[in-house]
T-cell receptor, first 114, second 112 residues
């Protein structure tokens, strides 16, 4: 049972445009969400997070939106740069529960074309 | 500020052997978690340690074990290695639950 889903395996955008990466979850107990990016042969790098008490969090070019009723979150990158090309993982956790761990989606490969 | 350090980076073992992987968390971080990444299953949680205590364990067989030392450094051990244990093993540390986990670059384990 996949509790965190990233339905788009890949996404291609032009440099300077907006990249929108999507993530859906099924577990209503999740209350903390994160986005990571990963280059080959490196570990995931933390990008941005959001608590379930918020619906938006912004950090520079990165903005995460959370829609709790739809159990959906998205990561917006504006403007996109070629260096943003990587695999992006969505992750979720139950901070307050006893089963604390990060549950990851399968990732979306973002390619930003110059 | 030094990040999470995992050693070794690469390891080749044969079936039936055992292996120990090491993780040094970011200074001040007391929570350490381990994950396994494979092409088929993606990133899956193994276990979490805090103040030398295992607080949570994922759905892996008992051959997978870990421990944490008083300086927060952690090790994980896999005994009786199987071909399916070939994977990238990632360690992550955080200040506390509800704070971002920061990952090391992993140990690539190959079983022959």
């Amino acid at each position: 049972d996949q509790q965190v889903k990233q339905n788009s395996p890949s996404l291609s955008v032009q440099e300077g445009r907006i990249s929108i990466l999507n993530c859906d979850y099924t577990n209503s107990m999740f209350d903390y969400f994160l986005w990571y990016k990963k280059y080959p042969a490196e570990g995931p790098t933390f990008l941005i997070s959001i608590s379930s008490i918020k619906d938006k969090n912004e950090d520079g070019r990165f903005t995460v939106f959370l829609n709790k009723s739809a159990k959906h979150l998205s990561l917006h990158i504006v403007p996109s740069q070629p260096g943003d090309s990587a695999v992006y993982f969505c992750a979720a956790s139950e901070v307050g529960g006893s089963n604390y761990k990060l549950t990851f989606g399968k990732g979306t490969l973002l390619t930003v074309n110059p | 500020k030094a990040g999470v350090t995992q050693t070794p980076r690469y390891l080749i073992k044969t079936r039936g052997q055992q292996v120990t992987l090491s993780c040094s968390p970011i200074s001040g971080h007391r929570s350490v978690s381990w994950y396994q990444q494979t092409p088929g299953q993606g990133l899956q949680f193994l276990f979490e340690y805090f103040s030398e205590t295992q607080r949570n364990k994922g759905n892996f067989p008992g051959r997978f074990s870990g421990r944490q030392f008083s300086n927060s450094r952690s090790e994980m051990n896999v005994s009786t290695l199987e071909l399916g244990d070939s994977a990238l093993y990632l360690c992550a540390s955080s200040l506390a639950r509800g704070q971002p986990q920061h990952f090391g670059d992993g140990t690539r384990l190959s079983i022959l």
